[in-house]
């Protein structure tokens, strides 16, 4: 099982990532969304609370919700990087 900081390492990346296609404003505005996920300015994890695949899951989930499947599909990349957490669906 992957540890606190992977997870934390993954969402920085799945928020940088979303940067570039959303604009920095509207994906960090998003992540601050996600109930136990607290992130900077420049879009870096600074706080992670509770479960973290769930955290994880809402992320996803405030980024599908806001674009659909693209973000799917953009999101396969990174989590490629971050083989020992399990990819959200």
């Known amino acids: 099982m992957a ?3 992977q997870y934390v390492s993954l ?3 799945v928020i940088a990532k979303q940067s570039v296609i959303l604009g920095p404003d509207i994906a960090i505005l ?7 996920l607290e992130v900077s300015n420049d879009g870096k994890v600074t706080n992670l609370t509770g479960d ?4 994880l899951q809402g992320l ?6 806001l674009s659909g499947q693209i973000v ?4 396969g990349s990174v989590f490629d990087q971050h083989p ?3 990819k959200i669906e």
């Open 11 to 13: 969402i920085t990346d």
């Open 3 to 5: 540890d606190k900081e």
């Open 30 to 36: 998003k992540a601050r969304n996600v109930e136990g």
């Open 72 to 75: 799917k599909t953009a999101l």
């Open 84 to 86: 020992d957490i399990e």
């Open 52 to 55: 973290p695949r769930s955290v």
């Open 60 to 65: 996803v989930d405030e980024y599908v919700n």
